[in-house]
């Protein structure tokens, strides 16, 4: 077990040895918050292993997480009533692209993705509405692109990311549509990444 620990580790530190090149490996972990847009607050967590096509473009494959909780719209209700969206998942394919010429640890990047969003049930807080009424709020599915900006200081990342989710119908037991939850959220990003060597040559 040591011996394997020691291998990795190793294999780590030359990967940092050396600039970023195409046709790198690398991955990449991020923490944040999620602000709903209409909205409320929550948590997500992006991991997205990525393949360097050029020394500052990279592609990959984001898988994500959020938890919202956020304002349900009823139709036939006056008032919004809060609920929570337990887990919302994605895999999104990403392109990102670095501005560093290699004389800087620090690259600002932008990028966009665009993938697909499984929208898990709701459970309403508000103890007024009479549970059969709502029912069961299935999940849904839905397409939806995705646009972010940030830096990376070295190995660490700071970031902002807009999700355009669009909104999902919520049905009751008899599939009636009687409201709607906006699904749209902007997230702020904390992260780091691993593999791909490092900006400043």
């Not at 077990?1 to 990795?8: P, W």
């Not at 918050?33 to 967590?45: E, F, N, Q």
């Not at 050029?54 to 919202?68: H, M, P, S």
């Amino acid at each position: 077990m040591k011996k394997l620990f020691t291998v990795i580790v190793i294999l780590l530190m030359t990967q940092t040895t050396f600039a970023q090149r195409a046709g790198g490996f690398r991955f990449q972990m991020d923490l944040g918050a999620a602000v709903p847009k209409d909205g409320g607050i929550g948590a997500l967590v992006n991991l997205e292993p990525q393949i360097l096509v050029k020394e500052n473009l990279a592609v990959g494959l984001r898988l994500g997480v959020v938890g919202l909780a956020k304002d349900v719209t009823y139709y036939n209700i006056p008032d919004d009533y809060n609920g929570e969206v337990a887990a919302n998942a994605s895999i999104t394919g990403t392109v990102n692209y670095y501005f560093n010429k290699g004389n800087s640890s620090v690259a600002p990047y932008i990028g966009a993705g665009f993938g697909y969003y499984a929208l898990s049930n709701i459970d309403i807080e508000d103890t007024t509405i009479d549970e059969d009424q709502i029912g069961n709020l299935e999940a849904t599915f839905a397409w939806a692109p995705m646009v972010r900006a940030g830096v990376e200081l070295g190995k660490f990342r700071i970031g902002a990311e807009y999700n355009f989710v669009p909104t999902s119908n919520l049905q009751n037991v008899s599939g009636q549509v009687i409201g709607e939850a906006t699904n749209q959220y902007f997230g702020f990003t904390l992260g780091f990444f691993v593999g791909g060597g490092r900006w400043r040559n």
